[in-house]
């Protein structure tokens, strides 16, 4: 037949304060991780913000270059295409962040500056199409005429790298209205992830030695609480089971669970008390009811004795009734009855005594009768 689980150990152990206490670090591991996780979110996105400020911030650096050489064209100074010859120059010398450059592309896609790469300046960026797909160029140009500026995400080559090997890119592109010109920078975000991760990491790592350590003791506190209060409830059960003889836990501290240690010795010292009271009571119980017997025993002898007296005395009050007077009560009377036997045979004897005397008196009595008779017949005839 297949074996079962046992649900209700399981249910025992739901229901322990141990089960409780793990579960609270269990929450507050997975609070810990959710923590972590949301920290990450709010880190990743703050970079993310961070670097878009920072997209922003230098397109309008480099978009202020241009407007000051456009600013010389409109002043006379200089002639449009010298203006737009030197922004060119300026916008393909700046930098930032000692290796990020600026591009600029102008209403036909046509790639007019490249800070990096001179060598693609002029080529036709429409057809340019990244792995997923996305004509980027087009895309660009698009953002900047219908909102003035905006992001791109896509894909290209770094610096140094072959074109067939593209990483994610974010770029900001803004447009110079007067010169149909959109001018941008970007930044890689696999850079970016990178810098989440670390921090990610960082984090995990600082929130997980928190957790080793803050669960660690917590679960010392745990197993040591779980296994007092094992000991004091297993201690608890014994004594409500009247086993007075069982060992207590040693009490130690100051915490609740010695405050109930304490109040257990209370109730163990109170149920020896009790059953040593008990124990008494029922052993004097026990000597009254054997002293009840034993005095039910000796008024029934008593009672024997008695009426083994009063018969014997009637036998014997028969007997002399009858004129027997060498009647006696023999042996057989037990100390308490003693004296009424001597009394008895006593009686009998001062009986007999008294009757002998009157027998002997009448015999007297008659003789001196018969003497007086005759003395008077003798004097009768003597007076005839």
Known sequence: ???????????????????RLLGIIVL???????????????????IYAGRQDELRTVTEVAYKVVEQQYSEFKSGKISEAEAQQRAKTNVRALRYNAN??????NKDVVLVVHGVRPDLEGGEMSKNQDPTGKYF?????????????????????????????PSPK??????????QWTLGTGLYIDDINAT?????????????????????FAGVVMFRLSNRLNVLSTAMTSLAAGESEVALPV???KDEVADMARAVQVFKRNAVERARLEAEALAHRGQTDAERERAAAERAKAAEEQAEVVRRLGGGLKELAGGDLMVRLGDGFSPTYAQIRDDFNEAIDRLKSTILSVV?????????????????????????
């Open 100 to 105: 990020d450059y600026f591009f600029v592309q």
């Open 360 to 384: 002997e008196s009448a015999g007297a009595i008659k003789t001196g009768a018969q003497e007086i008779s005759a003395a008077s017949d003798d004097l009768s005839r003597r007076t005839e």
């Open 28 to 46: 507050f591991g997975v609070a810990l991780i959710a923590m972590v996780a949301m920290l990450a979110a709010i880190d990743a996105r703050d």
């Open 196 to 216: 989440v991760w670390s921090r990610v990491l960082w984090t995990a790592a600082t929130a997980l030695a928190f957790l080793i350590a803050i669960g660690g």
């Open 251 to 253: 009490i130690a501290g």
């Open 170 to 179: 974010l770029s900001y592109v803004k447009q110079f209205a007067p010169w």
């Open 137 to 165: 160029g087009v895309e660009m140009n698009r953002v900047a005429a219908e909102n003035g500026q905006g992001f791109v995400d896509y894909q290209y080559a770094k610096p140094g790298a072959p074109l067939d090997q």
């Open 1 to 19: 037949m297949p074996r079962f689980p046992d649900h209700s150990q399981l249910r025992r152990f739901l229901g322990s304060i141990r089960a």
